[in-house]
């Protein structure tokens, strides 16, 4: 089986003999309602794949869809004039980057018609009209245009450069403004991209597209669902079962557990990452393929921006407005965390119309908290060796070296970052030190702020072997944080369990940013 792994170009794939997960049922509903549509995923999630499948759709390329579904849905196939524009190749971090390269487009689509030169024409939507409407004459057909992340000049230079960022808003808007204008000439159209800017202007000029990106009809467009991986992947998944010595039902759970849990409608389909799961069966080797393919530098740079902190954004209700439509004039990382996909929905309220939004999976939590902490604690070099420690030490229960190595990691925190103005900002830094330090021990089911009949318990981690209850205080006494874990019973739920437990009470000292007392049962 060969894996078109960073193969976005769907002619490409079948023929070449590329494995294919057939989405062209949803192709033909989306060209034959003829609309202008807009699809939001993270990226490396299928759009330029799904982009090329339009294309060679429009095009007529009916050879190449010979035994899909769609093969037995069309029977009129035309071939109409295609504009297909993707910015995903360009970087537009210079002053006219963006007007050149759609410029390029239309220089080529003149030439293709045998149009005059229109460079000199400073309007390029007015432009890009002329040669629709040039296109529609000549082949007596309307025009399909196909705009593959699009918002890319945009996140290129956000919160980088104001005016440039601008600049780009500007261009794309009158770019964008002659669809009004062009509609009897247009056939079809289909935008892609990571974010929907829905309030900054860039589709002003024209009727709102056609937003499909939540739609339930076309939730599985992009991705895997479970029953294509199980239908399609079985092979692959039998192999990497071998290499690791384990059931096929327990690879099965492995895979879904890494690389599963997005959604992107109310019927709460399953999703999995196309990319990363392609890379573990190429390689028979479970790892943080599509984490490590790339840290999106805008989300970066929104998130130093933000006072929220990620325990105080992750496993809560919102409603749509708060996380859909990103607003550029206020500085939320939500909407942008959640588009990028490094959250996603988990859980629908159908009775308040709520969402509850949280890392997809084991895959995009563990490297997106490694990427937080490495920038909160400003000391990336000494979390990694610490948390491989700690995770060690946690698995053969030697809780002493843990505190030891703990104190030590906390007090190589540089002393800027937890200088806090008044008590609930340093109680606040010192709860979310903690919980991004236990987050990182991934290998170990960790709960933080655990809710139990009697109350919130700090800290949970689970080892195949032990299970850690800390509780914490600030400027108090480990024998007060002890009491409050055998006063509010949290060790009760453990009381059938076979491995050791261990309760711990420390405190945090705001005077030297470490642990100043500590005491373990």
Not at 251 to 259: D, E, F, P, S, T
Not at 424 to 450: A, I
């Amino acid at each position: 089986m060969k894996y078109p792994i960073g193969i976005q170009s769907f002619d490409r794939i079948i023929e070449d003999g590329y494995v294919y997960v057939d989405k062209t049922d949803m192709v033909y509903s989306l060209a034959k309602e003829g609309s202008i549509y807009f699809l939001s995923r993270p990226r490396r999630f299928g759009k330029s794949l799904l982009v090329s499948t339009l294309k060679n759709y429009f095009l007529g390329r009916k050879e190449l869809f010979r035994g899909l579904k769609i093969d037995s849905l069309e029977k009129d196939w035309k071939v109409y004039p295609v504009f297909h524009m993707d910015f995903n190749g360009g970087e537009y971090t210079c002053p006219g980057s963006l007007r050149d390269a759609i410029a390029s487009y239309m220089s080529v689509w003149e030439k293709d018609y045998g149009m005059e030169d229109g460079s000199m024409d400073v309007n390029l939507g007015f432009r890009f009209k002329k040669i629709l409407a040039k296109a529609h004459e000549q082949t007596g057909l309307r025009a399909v245009v196909l705009v593959d992340e699009y918002d890319k000049p945009i996140l290129d230079v956000l919160d980088v450069d104001k005016s440039l960022e601008e600049e780009h808003r500007n261009i794309l808007k009158s770019f964008y403004s002659l669809f009004k204008g062009a509609d009897e000439h247009l056939q079809f159209v289909f935008l892609t991209g990571v974010t929907k800017f829905s309030q900054v202007s860039v589709f002003s000029g024209f009727n709102q597209p056609f937003d499909i990106s939540m739609h339930g009809r076309y939730e599985t467009l992009c991705g895997i669902t479970q029953e294509e991986l199980d239908v399609t992947f079985r092979e692959p998944m039998e192999s990497m079962a071998e290499v690791y010595q384990c059931s096929y039902e327990e690879m099965r759970n492995r895979l879904k557990a890494q690389y599963d849990g997005y959604h992107f409608s109310k019927n709460m389909t399953d999703i999995y990452n196309p990319f990363s799961l392609l890379n573990a069966f190429a390689t028979l080797d479970i790892s943080d393929y599509w984490f490590k393919s790339g840290t999106p530098t805008y989300l970066i740079r929104l998130l130093s921006h933000t006072n929220e902190n990620m325990d105080e954004i992750t496993g809560k209700y919102y409603a749509p407005k708060e996380f859909i439509d990103y607003k550029a004039d206020v500085e939320q990382p939500l909407p942008m965390i959640y588009q990028s996909g490094y959250l996603t929905i988990k859980n629908f309220d159908r009775d308040f119309d709520l969402f509850l939004l949280d890392y997809p999976n084991d895959e995009v939590k563990k490297g997106f908290l490694s990427m937080v902490a490495s920038k909160y604690f400003d000391n990336g070099d000494k979390i990694y060796p610490w948390v491989r420690e700690a995770a060690i030490f946690l698995r053969k229960g030697e809780l002493e070296n843990f505190r030891t190595g703990l104190t030590s990691f906390l007090a190589s925190i540089p002393y800027t970052m937890r200088r806090k103005e008044n008590e609930r900002e340093r109680e606040r830094y010192f709860h979310y030190t903690f919980y991004l330090l236990l987050r990182l021990l991934s290998v170990y089911t960790v709960y933080t702020e655990k809710v139990q009949s009697q109350g919130r318990v700090d800290c949970v981690v689970e080892t195949p072997q032990h299970v850690y209850i800390f509780e914490f205080k600030l400027d108090g006494t480990a024998a007060d944080a002890l009491q409050q874990i055998e006063e509010k019973g949290y060790a009760r739920e453990y009381a059938a369990d076979n491995r050791k437990l261990y309760k711990v009470g420390a405190v945090f000292s705001s005077e030297t940013g470490t642990i100043s007392d500590w005491k373990q049962v």
